[in-house]
Nanobody, 127 residues
Framework: QVQLIESGGELVQAGDSLRLSCAASGRALNSYAMGWFRQAPGKEREFVAAINWSGGRTTYADSVKGRFTASRDNAKNTVYLQMNSLKPEDTAVYYC????????????????????WGQGTQVTVSS
């Protein structure tokens, strides 16, 4: 099973940018579709972005579309989430996850689509 470790979360101001990283070990990341989720206090974990094994296809939640970009470097066994124009409502713990399959189109990702998870990294956006 692949092990995942997120990093890059911090306290920023509204309008700032951050790049989260998710480093994998144990197995080659190019075997997996990857996802990013987030969970704010008192709320359920919600889908943010997904990227297929090659990085050529991505899907985003409507709330982050146009502001966030998922990418991956399989040679470094790492996936990234570039977050621009951050808003206070983006405040959450962000998790990366590895899954077997990337679904195209309007598929509604849920946490059940991913079998391996990192421990999360806190992103706090102040107004």
């Amino acid at each position: 099973q692949v092990q995942l470790i997120e990093s890059g979360g911090e306290l920023v101001q509204a309008g700032d940018s951050l790049r989260l990283s998710c480093a994998a070990s144990g197995r080659a990341l190019n075997s997996y579709a990857m996802g990013w989720f987030r969970q704010a206090p008192g709320k359920e974990r919600e889908f943010v972005a997904a990227i297929n094994w090659s990085g050529g296809r991505t899907t985003y939640a409507d709330s982050v579309k146009g502001r966030f970009t998922a990418s991956r470097d399989n040679a470094k066994n790492t996936v990234y989430l570039q977050m621009n124009s951050l808003k206070p409502e983006d405040t959450a713990v962000y998790y990366c996850a590895a899954g077997v399959r990337y679904y195209s189109g309007s598929y509604a990702y849920t946490p059940r689509d991913f079998g391996s998870w990192g421990q999360g990294t806190q992103v706090t956006v102040s107004s």
